[in-house]
């Protein structure tokens, strides 16, 4: 169906660095410009705590999560490279550490002469959708220098989502990730 497909704005792979990334929506008509972030509010697991039981049982912030004080997650960014941009496509996305892991990442949050350097290994715990299934992918998380979240890294894998992190997506590919998040209903 002709209306369904994309039609990215660009005229050529190789963007000078001035040239603003920038699409209309197929969907809603709109002219979207920048290359988004999307994030979510809260790892997976939290939608299996019942909702009359969280207050009880979930500590959650902007940045971290403690589920039964059992269960730690941690916000990071997944970043995914754009072809012919120097910004990329960024997932805010929670991940799940272990407890010393958890303790030690906790220690210097807030410090902020925290340095690069610190990583941890995660599980990846958010569903991101246009993937298939993207929860419990392994990856290593890289602590940055304060205030930035950490980086998250995934395992080299045949994983779309890992492929796309390691080998970059065309503008394209990015307005249809934009397009499945912002119009979930339309896809």
């Known amino acids: 169906m002709l209306d369904a497909m994309t039609h990215p704005i660009q005229t050529t792979i190789d963007f000078q660095d001035s040239e603003p990334f920038r699409f209309e929506c197929a969907t809603c008509g709109a002219m979207h410009d920048g290359i988004p972030s999307f994030g979510w509010d809260f790892p997976s697991q939290y939608l299996a705590v019942p909702e009359s039981e969280r207050a009880r049982r979930i500590v959650l912030t902007d940045d971290a999560c403690v589920i039964d004080h059992e269960w730690f997650f941690i916000r990071g960014c997944l970043e ?37 350097g610190a990583q941890y290994f995660a599980w990846l715990c958010t569903a991101i959708p246009g993937y298939p299934d993207t929860q419990l992918l392994k990856t290593v998380v890289r602590v940055r220098a304060w205030p930035t979240r950490p980086l998250v890294q995934l395992e080299p894998t045949d994983h779309p989502l890992a492929l796309e992190q390691r080998n970059g997506v065309n503008p394209w590919r990015v307005q249809q990730i934009v397009e499945r998040i912002m119009h979930p209903r339309h896809r």
């Open 80 to 116: 995914i490279p754009v072809h012919g941009y120097h910004e990329p496509l960024n997932y805010g996305v929670w991940l799940s550490l272990s407890r010393d892991s958890f303790a030690r990442y906790s220690a210097t949050f807030d410090d902020m002469n925290r340095g690069r």
